[in-house]
């Protein structure tokens, strides 16, 4: 149970306050009912009655590691004894280590040396990956996915397909071109994969075909668009994991007209799906690395990039040429350096796929038993749930939000009493629970969201 201590002021009260003081622009108010929650332990979060609520979505994937992790939070702790505070411009110890720790790993899975440059916030973070290719090419044009999710910042808004998040403000940039993303069970091209050749990777190979295609200029071999940006698992796009083969075979296009891979780990990144990095899972090295979220488990905003080091080297990018505030801010980096140790002594790879794998065969026998649900899969604890009409194909938004209020009304019957469900929506339908579980999930409670998922599907469906 939580001990979190009990509010002064009643709901009703704070609600009426919210709906006054704070600002609807976030996207709180996507919930006709937002919910209050005040407590948090391991893979629950409990609301003002202390009922509990098994999240499977865990921040967008920021708590990896379980709520209230114990040795994460206690080196945090530490850290506001010792040195809570410092200008970064200065140095302390555990900027140094995480920076070393990161910088071995994408040089253990990408056979390249580089450097780290922290930030706060993912989408800063992106912004700082674009200072890095403009400043290297002197271009500004890149490539994205359809799908793609990178951030709210202005800049990070370009490579974002939604044109909602860019319709009220102009342009800052230039938007960038939007290529399909390999999402097989919607292919954009109307092809199966077990016939269709790596159609979508011909498509890519044929921008660059001749001049007149519009992307290169075959007298200067010059790209007009730099970089390729990718999330080796589509994340707000509805958790869509590519096909083996999909970036081992565009990369070679792009290293043949010397355009750089950016991979955006933000949300896939530290375990999620199994490896360090996700792209590890498709054998191609990026120029440079984006990650954020679960770096600190959730404790702190620290974000970063990693580059190769043609690309951030002090000659290349010399001192000044970008800065923030609270970048390396010590408790920030004291979470994550905690949580690189942590992350060390659990054998992730191996727990994440048979966790997944337990999980991915619960979801396909609910699939089994529901025709609302058109498709399941995953990658490590990565996993989606399509949420379709009995056609098993055509997208059903209206029973996907009344599953997902549902279970944040709480108050379900399941074998541990009365309980809530979290869960997170996306997909380009918005018709997608996107399960993003701690990896330190158990079986039991695995278990457990199958049982209220199987109840939600069931009573959601009736009412329809
Ligand atoms: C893949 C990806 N990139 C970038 C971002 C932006 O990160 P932030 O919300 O911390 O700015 C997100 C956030 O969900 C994300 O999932």
Redesign the pocket.
Known sequence: MSSSPKSRLSEDVLRQKESRYCSHGDTVHYSPAPKFFQGCDGSFLYDRQDQPFLDLQMW?SAVNFGYKNKTIIDAVKAQLDQLPQLACQYLHEEKVLAAEKLAEECARAFGQEGRVQFNV???QA?EDSMKLVRNATGKSLFMAFMGG????TLG?SEITSSYRYRRRYGHFSNRAHFLPFPYCYRCPYGKTPDSCNYYCVTQVERLFETEYNSFWDAKAEEPEFVALYA?PVQ??GGYIVPPSEYFRRVKKILDERKILLVD?E??MGFFRTGKFWTMEHFGVSPSIVVF??AMTNGLN?L?GIWAEESLISPQHFPPGSTHSTFSANPLGTAAAWATLQWIDQQQYERRVAEAGAYFLAGLKQLKKRHETIGDVDGLGLALRIEVTHPDRITPNRTLTDRIFEAGLAGALPSSRGPMGLVLDIGGYYKNVFTLAPSLEITKDEIDLGLELLDYLFTSCAEVA
């Not at 999710?149 to 709210?152: L, S, T």
Request: charged share 20%.
């Open positions: 967008y916030g993912g989408a992106i999710y990178h951030g709210r990070a999330e994340a707000t955006d933000i949300q954020g979220k905003p974000s």
